[in-house]
T-cell receptor, first 113, second 114 residues
Framework: DVKVTQSSRYLVKRTGEKVFLECVQDMDHENMFWYRQDPGLGLRLIYF???????EKGDIPEGYSVSREKKERFSLILESASTNQTSMYLC????????????FGDGTRLSIL | AQKITQTQPGMFVQEKEAVTLDCTYDTSDPSYGLFWYKQPSSGEMIFLIY??????QNATEGRYSLNFQKARKSANLVISASQLGDSAMYFCAMREGNFNKFYFGSGTKLNVKP
């Protein structure tokens, strides 16, 4: 069965901290994605990766970076957390092809105080 | 232009009745896939159903079916015999060709009334 695991369901951090959100998938998918979801704004793509060590910016990459050292793991990094990064963060993975759905983790509700 | 448009921010349906959630899309790629996801209040995104641009028949998965009208570029989700557990946000999404990016609509919040 498909499984995407995000390291934390809820996370509280302080302004200025470096924050790591981890995502692991066990489906050997080449593509992995990070989104943030805010009320009224839907899902917005932050970064995605189509292979190990490869990444592409999404729609809102400012203030974020990512790391993909292994195929199964995709990390989102908030270099210096700010209160406007309080949000729900969703990780997803997929195979390549227009018929391939994304499979999502349970999400991380991140609060920056 | 918006790639995916969901024009119904919120909808109510009576338990056991059918409901249609609207989705229109915009693409010039002949090869694309359309997806529907359900997001309960707990937050996880659940994949429901897929329709390919070359599929001749409408997709069905249990109580979910997709009313695919290619010429009108619409891919409406039909939920038959609504249940209280169907109350959630529903997102329509599209993926073009072999590109990796997905386009999501703004979602429709469905409330099923007992």
């Amino acid at each position: 069965d498909v499984k995407v695991t995000q390291s934390s369901r809820y996370l509280v951090k302080r302004t200025g901290e470096k924050v790591f959100l981890e995502c692991v998938q066990d489906m050997d998918h080449e593509n992995m994605f990070w989104y943030r979801q805010d009320p009224g704004l839907g899902l917005r793509l932050i970064y995605f990766s189509y292979d190990v060590k490869m990444k592409e910016k999404g729609d809102i990459p400012e203030g974020y970076s990512v790391s993909r050292e292994k195929k199964e793991r995709f990390s989102l990094i908030l270099e210096s957390a700010s209160t406007n990064q309080t949000s729900m963060y969703l990780c997803a993975s997929s195979l390549t092809g227009s018929n391939q759905p994304q499979h999502f983790g349970d999400g991380t509700r991140l609060s920056i105080l | 232009a918006q790639k995916i448009t969901q024009t119904q921010p919120g909808m109510f349906v009576q338990e056991k009745e059918a409901v249609t959630l609207d989705c229109t899309y915009d693409t010039s790629d002949p090869s694309y896939g359309l997806f529907w996801y359900k997001q309960p209040s707990s937050g996880e995104m659940i994949f429901l159903i897929y329709q390919g641009s070359y599929d001749q028949q409408n997709a069905t998965e249990g109580r979910y079916s997709l009313n695919f009208q290619k010429a009108r570029k619409s891919a409406n989700l039909v939920i038959s015999a609504s249940q209280l557990g169907d109350s959630a946000m529903y997102f329509c999404a599209m993926r073009e060709g072999n590109f990796n990016k997905f386009y999501f609509g703004s979602g429709t919040k469905l409330n099923v009334k007992p």
